[in-house]
């Protein structure tokens, strides 16, 4: 039944490694692309009905997916675009990736959110783990936020002032976040334009080519995690085809046939070696999704 009410939007036993930055993990049963808000509650009502498990995916570039799979219903957001410009603000749905909003801005003269330029997934995703630089955070920027609470399928809006947002987290959990409001300001086009390029510029000389998901671990305040890992001796570290960058320590970038446990390997070594030197515990910056060993 749900087969033929996506139609080309539904796809059976597909390999995540065809959708994620890092380029690894196993099938995922279904993978669903709904348009509205309407087929994402049918998609879990039927995922509920059927007692299967759901999880939600932007553009892929902040997970990684246990090469097992997952067993259940990927439900991506990238055809949810839809988007509303009121004066000084854009009305974004959650698909909508950081390069097209950018492009929004700068096509309607607003400022505000250059510091996203180069972050290669969607806004739902960076709301999800509040993304940003280290001292600019894309929650900064938003008045509200519509979601859905996933248990009773009501749609919720909330004031940017009552969610929870710290650096790489926010409150949210399980619900599917929708639409984001953010509250720019006016300016000329070229110095949009000028302020992305600098921070593209920056973006290139600190960061990794390769596939990667960006930062593995969060900064543990005042540290770097760069730093440390670097200090552990780890930078170039390889296990099978993936390895910790010489670039910059705090990614690890997959060579092309790289497995996901792997990377999970690498970050345990990581996560132990840097215990073991400065007694710190590293947080995961990125979202593991599956089993690993
Ligand atoms: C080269 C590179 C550089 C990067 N640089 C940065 C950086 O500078 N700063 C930074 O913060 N991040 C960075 N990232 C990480 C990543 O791009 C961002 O976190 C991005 O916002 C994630 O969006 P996504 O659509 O890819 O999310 P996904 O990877 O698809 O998902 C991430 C998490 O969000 C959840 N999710 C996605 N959409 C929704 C939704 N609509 N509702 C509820 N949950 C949802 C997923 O279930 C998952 O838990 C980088 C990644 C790469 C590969």
Redesign the pocket.
């Known amino acids: 039944m749900i087969e033929s009410l996506f139609n080309e939007r539904f796809l059976k036993d597909f390999p995540l490694s065809q959708y994620?930055?890092f380029r690894c993990g196993g099938k995922v049963k279904y993978l669903i692309y709904p348009e509205t808000i309407d087929e994402v509650k049918i998609i879990i009502e039927i995922s509920k009905k059927y007692k299967k498990d759901f999880?939600?995916?932007?553009?892929?570039?902040?997970?990684l997916v246990s090469d097992n799979g997952f067993d259940g219903i990927a439900i991506s957001?990238l055809k949810m675009k839809k988007t509303t410009i009121k004066e000084n603000k854009i009305i974004g749905e959650?698909?909508l990736?950081?390069s097209e909003i950018l492009n929004i801005c700068i096509k309607n003269s607003l400022t505000g959110l250059e510091f996203l330029a180069?972050?290669?997934?969607?806004?739902?995703?960076?709301?999800?783990?509040?993304?940003?630089?280290k001292t600019e955070w894309?929650s900064e920027k938003i008045t509200y936020v519509e979601?859905l609470d996933v248990e009773n399928l009501d749609i919720i809006k909330k004031e940017r002032k009552d969610i929870y947002f710290y650096y790489?987290r926010s409150g949210?959990r399980n619900?599917?976040?929708?639409k984001v409001e953010f509250l720019l300001e006016k300016e000329k086009q070229i110095e949009i334009k000028k302020r992305i390029s600098e921070y593209m510029k920056e973006?290139i000389r600190k960061?990794p080519l390769g596939y990667?998901?960006?930062?593995i671990f969060k900064n543990p305040y005042p540290y770097y995690a760069g730093e440390l890992i670097e200090k552990c001796g780890l930078k170039g570290y390889k296990i099978g085809d993936c390895y910790i960058s010489e670039k910059h320590a705090n990614?690890i970038i997959n060579r092309g046939k790289g497995k996901s446990q792997d990377v999970y390997n690498l970050i345990k070594i990581v996560k132990q070696k840097v215990k073991e030197k400065f007694d710190i515990d590293l947080e995961l910056?990125?979202?593991i999704?599956g089993e690993f060993k």
């Open positions: 994620t930055s999880l939600f995916i932007g553009k892929g570039t902040n997970i957001t959650c698909g990736e950081i180069g972050i290669p997934g969607t806004i739902g995703g960076a709301i999800k783990n509040n993304a940003g630089l894309i979601y790489r949210f619900e599917f976040i929708w973006r960061q990667s998901a960006g930062s990614f910056e990125i979202n999704i």
